[in-house]
């Protein structure tokens, strides 16, 4: 390094002045009219922030590399970055929490299925998949809801057990719901399923798919009932795992990987449904999916069927069973949802003692997280599967500093000049974008 001192300026620099494209976007969305008619909480004083700062301060926060509200003060001490969304100031992250806080159950379940409602009615897409899944978030205090419950990675810890619904064909969250840690996966789905409906009105679905949380006699009649298609992964008891175990017309679909299907009647069932099976060596595939069943007193005069790890699901598809395996496959793409939930958008980190705040606060996450998805769909011309981490890192941070001419703002950013050509074409695309847009497109 070379030997320098250190001076300091009064310009106002922001490292973020690649969040113009996304606020950019929301404004040719009309976010701001949407979320003012969604009706948020109002603030009780004149000296409160407006509803619509903290939200944004929010998004802006988050996609910036927020992980707790405290951090949300990146965005208060950017007078730069202030000044460019046109506010006088920036908020203490205190503020995010009190407000939050005027949340509830009512006012979360009227807001947040306004504004996917809306969202959602200006994508075009149809006959979709939805994915259903749960996640633990582990807690480390004493917040509402945050109790013991199923939790393998850190066992008798606290902690909450959301359940989420995805949209798989354009990798979008539909709906998301905090629930206690002691709620198992199934618990209020079909209040869940119906709430999500609702937010997708007049978009048919397609297929449904969940893993074996959902395995149960009255998710599957409620789907049946609203003639859903749908894969589900069992739960193994002994009678699936005999079926598993015994069946002799496994077919090879490809090396170590074999197929086959029965039908099976559970107790308490009013019909037999269909159950596609499935088997991996774990000789010959040694990361496969799947469960390995090893002897039972049921199996005792059995060979030892340790070999394999298996995989079992029912589903009401008349299709070749290994379309229906196939089609199983493209859900843990929800996994990768929730881990970048997680890990790029810190949706777990942002909690308060308040359970309704914290689901408030989970779901604008969420939105923060579909907006990201629409830029990424919409705007991003290339075919890699951009993540928030490395749009963070070749578009948003990016210094820059707002100046003014006789008639207008300008923006002055600091781009190698290798670069400028890719982040002025993604400006003119916000110029002509709008909605609907056709996910299609994309």
Known sequence: ??????????????????????????????????????????????????????????????????????????????????????????????????????????????????????????????????????????????????????????PGRPSHHPLLAFISDVRMIANYWLRPGNTSSSTNYIAFLEDTLSRLENKRVGLVRMDSGFFAKDILDCLEKKKLHYIVACRFNNRIKYSLTHERTWVEITNGLEISETTYQANGWEKPRRIVMIRQEIEKRPNAAGKPIRQLALFENENDFGKYRYSCFVTDLELPAKIVYDSYRGRADSENRIKELKYDFSIDDFVTNNFWATEACGNFIVMAYNFMSLFRHALINSNKKHFLKTIRYELISTPAYLGKTKDKHILYLARSLKTRQSFLSIWEKIKDFSLPYNTEKS
Request: glycine share 10%.
């Open 1 to 154: 390094m070379r030997d320098c001192d250190i001076k300091f300026v009064n310009k106002e620099i922001t490292p973020f002045g690649g969040l113009s494209l996304f606020f950019k976007m929301l404004e040719k969305c009309r976010f701001d009219e949407h979320l003012e008619q969604s009706g948020l909480p109002v603030q009780c004083s004149n000296r409160g922030y407006k509803p619509l700062q903290l939200i944004l301060g929010l998004f802006a926060g988050v996609w910036c590399g927020a992980s707790c509200f405290g951090h949300l003060d990146v965005v208060r001490y950017d007078t730069a970055l202030c000044k460019l969304l046109g506010w006088e100031r920036g908020a203490d992250h205190r503020a995010y929490q009190r407000y939050f806080n005027k949340f509830s159950q009512a006012v979360n379940q009227h807001v947040f299925g306004r504004l996917f409602s809306w969202f959602f009615s200006e994508l075009v897409f149809d006959n979709y998949t939805l994915d259903f899944d749960s996640t633990v978030i582990v807690r480390e205090g004493n917040q509402e809801g945050a109790v013991k419950g199923y939790n393998p990675k850190r």
